[in-house]
């Protein structure tokens, strides 16, 4: 990827998701354990406890196309983000499902135990160390406080009222390894180079049903990556944030674009071969929890709207340019 500074339970319910997203935040951790990667180098991009058989579902980290230059890749325990210090917001966020994750949402449970509790958002100190030695802003959890434009004026907590919106969910990140692991990557979820401005009802219930459905994939198939961003494609046909680019506006500067749609990859092995499922959801606030559903897009749709190319060591002509209904098919059966 080129411009990359490299120095530097199926049980789990959508109320339950619902409950999370206006939970009460509580304190930040005092520093960040990123560590600066390199996505031209296999060994360099990927999770720190990733396994190999993990990485491999990838096929690669994805490659960017696209003018902005400058970019940072933050290695997580359990999570990648390509972060775009132009843009503030990561161009993509990747992870890993394990099969056993449905189970652990069953204990892992701020009611079962304090200390899955939600904790406040908070900068990278690799993002903030990168943007300034560049010249550049860098976003703070002010940002989100009273963010909404003139375009999208609405009360906290309103359908449309801007929230930060995990690309690597908290849910799924406390769902990793073993419970130390799990705190460990539910904090690190709570990084602001995970966070993209996104209204509340298209969080939840529409986001938070296509983030569960992740968790019956990997019970389905043991074992599956995910890719999530933004997509900054304004369609006129359509109202704010859709149709055009506008910017938070919250307490503390600086604006940051607010995305027209959102993107999730799913990727698994399916009968031995690499199989995945891609959505293309526009930054809508009236959309109900199924209508992810209408928005399945082979993953060259999304690529032709982001400037990246997803699995790019996959010799399939055919992954990236059809869609397997096999993957809708898993969701319906009982």
């Known amino acids: 990827m080129k411009n990359h500074l ?8 959508i109320t339950g998701q619902l409950a ?12 960040v354990s990123s560590v600066v990667g390199d996505a031209n180098d296999p060994t360099k ?14 096929e690669g980290a ?11 890749l933050l290695r997580y325990t359990f999570y990648v983000s390509d972060y775009d210090a132009d843009r503030l917001c990561p161009l993509w966020v990747a992870h890993i499902d394990e099969g056993d994750a449905s189970e652990k949402a069953k204990m892992r449970t701020e009611s079962h135990d304090s200390k ?7 900068p990278d100190d690799n993002v903030v160390t990168f943007s300034t030695a560049h010249n550049l802003p860098y976003v703070v959890d002010g940002c989100y406080t009273k963010p909404n434009p003139p375009e999208l004026l609405d009360l906290p907590g309103g359908k449309i009222h801007i929230t930060r919106g995990h690309n690597a969910p908290n849910l799924e990140m406390k769902l990793e390894g073993n ?5 460990e ?28 459905s992740c968790l019956v994939y990997s019970a389905k198939f043991q074992r599956v990556a995910v890719i999530t961003g933004p997509v900054f494609a304004p369609d006129e046909s359509l109202p704010p944030p859709v149709n055009k680019i506008i910017f938070t506006k919250g307490a503390k500067d600086p604006a940051i674009p607010i995305p027209t749609h959102f993107f999730k990859i799913i990727i698994a092995q399916i009968d031995g071969k690499a199989s995945a499922v891609a959505f293309l959801v526009p930054h809508l606030s009236d959309l109900g ?30 992954l990236k340019t059809t869609v397997d209904d096999r993957w809708l098919k898993v969701l319906d059966a009982p």
């Open 20 to 31: 999370l997203l206006t939970a009460r935040a509580g304190s930040a951790p005092d520093s």
């Open 179 to 183: 419970d130390a692991d799990g705190q």
């Open 45 to 58: 991009w990927t999770a720190t406890k990733w396994t190999p058989e993990e990485t491999a579902l990838f």
């Open 185 to 212: 990557a539910q904090q690190e979820s709570f990084s602001l180079a995970n966070v993209s401005p996104q209204t509340q009802h298209n969080n939840a219930p529409l986001w938070a049903a296509l983030e569960n």
């Open 289 to 318: 929890k199924d209508d992810f559903r209408k928005y399945v897009v082979p993953i060259s749709a999304i690529e032709a709207k982001t400037s990246l190319t997803f699995l790019p060591n996959d010799m399939n002509p055919t």
């Open 62 to 72: 994805p490659v960017y196309h696209g003018d902005h230059k400058d970019l940072i």
């Open 6 to 13: 490299v120095t530097l339970s199926l049980g789990v319910l």
């Open 116 to 122: 899955w509790a939600r904790i406040g958002f908070y």
